[in-house]
Structure formats: C-alpha cells, structure tokens
C-alpha cells in the first residue's frame, strides 16, 4: 500500500488559484497511477484527474478541463493538481488515491489520503 497525505487546501475567491500536493509515502509511489477526486457535501465523490504512472498522459473531467493540471514529481514521491480559474462549485474536500491502472473509477483506487479542503468563495 501507499500512504498519501494530501496539503494545500484552503479558502480562495472565485477566478483564484490553488495548488494541492499529495506525498507519497511506503510502497514505489512510480508504480502507481495516481488520481485525484473530489466530494462536496451532500454529493457523491467524483473523479477530477488522473496521471500515469511515468506521468507521461494525463485525463480530466470534464468541468475542469482546460482549468486543472495534474503532475507528478516520481524522485519527489508527490503529486500535485494545480487548480486556475476556481469556480464556487469547485468548492469540496479534494482527496488524492492510487492506483495500479490508468482510470477514472474510484472503486479501482486502493490507497486514499484524508483529503483537504478547497472552499471558493463567490
């Protein structure tokens, strides 16, 4: 298993910026996928992004493309999303995961942080 630990959560205005970061910890963080998601209150977890493992293709949903940028730093053992341009709805507890395969279904994801807080304000 990975342990994740995600930081840079936080409260920003609308058109704002944020950078969350997600270190890795334990098993090869290089033999994981990772993923972002997200879960507002009340609603169901979401997908966001999501990387390789060598980070060389990247996948995004739809309501963030074009505004998200996942990367991933493998000597560093974290991965990062840069989030531009932030909306009120983006506001969520954003949680990083792993996983062996390159995909957008959290059930395939084994290893989860804890998650922080993005709030956006209008």
């Known amino acids: 298993q990975v342990q994740l630990v995600e930081s840079g959560g936080g409260l920003v205005q609308a058109g704002g910026s944020l950078r969350l970061s997600c270190a890795a910890s334990g098993r090869t963080f290089s033999n994981y996928a990772m993923g972002w998601f997200r879960q507002a209150p009340g609603k169901e977890r979401e997908f966001v992004a999501v990387?390789?493992?060598?980070?060389?293709?990247?996948y995004y949903a739809d309501s963030v493309k074009g505004r998200f940028t996942i990367s991933r730093d493998n000597a560093k053992k974290t991965g990062y999303l840069q989030m531009n341009s932030l909306k009120p709805e983006d506001t969520a507890v954003y949680y990083c995961?792993?996983?062996?395969?390159?995909?957008?279904?959290?059930?395939?994801?084994?290893?989860w942080g804890q998650g922080t807080q993005v709030t956006v304000s209008s």
């Open positions: 990387i390789t493992r060598s980070g060389d293709s990247t």
């Open positions: 995961a792993s996983s062996p395969y390159f995909t957008t279904t959290w059930a395939d994801f084994g290893s």
